[in-house]
């Protein structure tokens, strides 16, 4: 494919993030009809099903959802609630789309990147992202961008499978990824709370889960009113 040019027939330079941007979109447009049945046999067999409602069970007020892919979540979310997500892929958006409506399920819906959020400082009172971390190209610039929409007080409640705790499936794990993170961008080894806890977040709720392979979170923004850390045990 041809390199698109400006006025003075000079290749354009893409902004940062661009071509792996593309390249994600190319591969969400494959995987969307699928990815469903994907994510049901992984969660199934593998991390376990009970995560999606325990994300979404705690979302306040105005909230939004990172990564929305399909629209898995949708079911999860209290009554009433007011939600926005977004995600890269149009043919992700277009199956969360027709979720929602069989639902009955009102949502904002937009195509965006997860890296560059285009909504003011201190909007959302939650943002909610869940086994999307391990896929884009940068997880602590998306940590970032989440903390910045968030209101101060406001709840980072996070899902994601990362590497586990016991060596031997590390191993494992690294070994499954090594194609993936090369061709896709997507990994298995990451560890997305670790920027969570290097900001300005208070954890309030923190546990690993599956040998270590799942890791959940709950952070809150921190305000002037200091929230007391809650352990979670598996």
């Known amino acids: 494919m041809a390199r698109k040019r400006n006025d003075e027939g000079l290749p354009l330079r893409l902004p940062r993030g661009a071509k792996e941007n593309e390249r994600k979109r190319r591969a969400y447009a494959k995987e969307a009809p699928t990815y469903d049945e994907e994510m049901d046999f992984f969660e199934k067999r593998v991390i376990g099903t009970e995560h999606r409602s325990w994300a979404c069970s705690r979302a306040i007020g105005l909230t939004l959802e990172v990564a929305i892919g399909t629209g898995l979540n949708l079911s999860h979310y209290p009554a009433g609630l007011d939600l926005t997500g977004l995600d890269l892929s149009p043919e992700m958006l277009a199956l969360a789309r027709a979720r929602a409506r069989t639902a009955g399920r009102a949502v904002s819906l937009l195509e965006a990147d997860a890296q560059d959020l285009p ?83 208070e954890i309030v709720s923190h546990g690993r889960l599956r040998a270590g392979i799942v890791e959940r979170m709950v952070a809150v923004k921190r305000a002037s009113v200091t929230t007391p850390h809650v352990a979670e045990t598996a």
């Open 119 to 201: 909504f003011p400082n201190e909007r959302f009172d939650s943002v909610v992202c869940t086994y999307a971390l391990c896929s884009v190209p940068d997880d602590a610039r998306v940590v970032s961008e989440m903390g910045r929409v968030l209101k101060p007080g406001g709840r980072l409640i996070l899902v994601d499978h990362v590497r586990s705790t016991f060596l031997p499936l590390y191993w494992l794990q690294w070994l499954y990824e090594f194609i993936p993170r090369r061709t896709k961008g997507e990994y298995m080894t990451r560890r997305p709370a670790q920027h969570v806890m290097a900001t300005d977040f």
